[in-house]
Nanobody
């Protein structure tokens, strides 16, 4: 069983930066693939970025490529999402999740993730 807790959200002006954190419990964290998603009211959860178990492979949605960076520190059971050059359209609740079947590799499909945290709100203002 894994528990995830997101933090680091807040209000930021367009062009600014935030770093989100995803704290995980559980002894198997270092073998798990982690993804960040975001969601706005009335819309489906949208893939943002994902990282493999040892952190040497990452994958990004086109909308955030070059602006966001996902990373992890397995010694601390943490995954981070550094968000730079934030845009109004980045406003959303951000969630981290664990890939259900790591043998299938990284995935952009929300239903293939589990153990979602409660989310952290990011609001980008003009």
């Amino acid at each position: 069983q894994v528990q995830l807790v997101e933090s680091g959200g807040g209000l930021v002006q367009a062009g600014g930066s935030l770093r989100l954190s995803c704290a995980a419990s559980g002894r198997t964290f270092s073998s798990q693939l982690i993804g960040w998603f975001r969601q706005t009211p009335g819309k489906e959860r949208e893939f943002v970025a994902a990282i493999n178990a040892n952190g040497d492979y990452t994958y990004y949605a086109d909308s955030v490529k070059g602006r966001f960076t996902i990373s992890r520190d397995n010694a601390k059971n943490m995954v981070y999402l550094q968000m730079n050059s934030l845009k109004l359209e980045d406003t959303a609740a951000y969630y981290c999740g664990v890939v259900r079947n790591p043998k299938r590799g990284l995935t952009t499909r929300a239903h293939e993730y589990a153990y979602w945290g409660q989310g952290t709100q990011v609001t980008v203002s003009p």
